[in-house]
Nanobody, 115 residues
């Protein structure tokens, strides 16, 4: 059974940093793509960043501040978030895509950025 676990959220002041992790287990499938989404209060869930193969992509709001790394030995992706802003506040979920019909979500990790 595939399991995806998000972690690393917390409370920081504006300008601070956090590193989120997305760890997948329970499968030997190769990850085709993964992404982070954010659910902010009063807003629809939005895509923040992702990687397909080895190519990372970021939402305009995250460009230049966020980066993605991967530890293959742990089957874990990391979202490094720097220069955080209050508008980055929200519940972050990662989604891991192994192919059609094999998409799994983490439970989410909360990020709160105070001004």
């Amino acid at each position: 059974q595939v399991r995806v676990v998000d972690a690393g959220g917390g409370e920081v002041q504006a300008g601070g940093s956090l590193r989120l992790s997305c760890a997948a287990s329970g499968t030997t499938f190769v990850t085709r793509a993964m992404a982070w989404f954010r659910q902010s209060p009063g807003k629809e869930r939005e895509w923040v960043a992702g990687v397909s193969g080895r190519v990372p992509n970021f939402a305009e709001s995250a460009e230049g501040r966020f980066s993605i790394t991967r530890d293959n030995t742990k089957n874990t992706f990391y979202l490094q978030m720097n220069s955080l802003k209050p508008e980055d506040t929200g519940l972050y979920h990662c989604r891991v895509d192994y192919g059609p019909g094999y998409v799994y979500w983490g439970q989410g990790t909360q990020v709160a950025v105070s001004s």
